[in-house]
Nanobody, 124 residues
Framework: QVQLVESGGGLVQAGGSLRLSCAASGRTFSSVAMGWFRQPPGKERESVATINWYGSNTAYADSVKGRFIISRDNTKNTVDLQLNTLKPEDTAVYYC?????????????????WGQGTQVTVSS
């Protein structure tokens, strides 16, 4: 069992930055891949970034590549998402999720545990 709590969301102007953090509890955190997803208003939840169990492999959605950075600290049971050069279209509720496997994945169906989400709003 893994419990996830996100923090760090807020209101920011276009071009600005935010850092989201996800704190995990549970013995299995360090052995599974993690992901960040987002759900814009009126749209479906989509994958943003994913990191493998060790932190040695990452992948990003094309829409955020070069702007967002995912990282994890298995000694602190945290996974972070650095959001840079934010755009109004990045406005969404952001969720972290824990996979049932070790490798990176963009598929929502690979993730068993989800946080409650944190709102990111980017003004133009």
């Amino acid at each position: 069992q893994v419990q996830l709590v996100e923090s760090g969301g807020g209101l920011v102007q276009a071009g600005g930055s935010l850092r989201l953090s996800c704190a995990a509890s549970g013995r299995t955190f360090s052995s599974v891949a993690m992901g960040w997803f987002r759900q814009p208003p009126g749209k479906e939840r989509e994958s943003v970034a994913t990191i493998n169990w060790y932190g040695s492999n990452t992948a990003y959605a094309d829409s955020v590549k070069g702007r967002f950075i995912i990282s994890r600290d298995n000694t602190k049971n945290t996974v972070d998402l650095q959001l840079n050069t934010l755009k109004p279209e990045d406005t969404a509720v952001y969720y972290c999720a824990a996979s049932r496997g070790r490798g990176i994945s963009f598929a929502k169906s690979d993730y068993d545990y989800w946080g409650q989400g944190t709102q990111v709003t980017v003004s133009s």
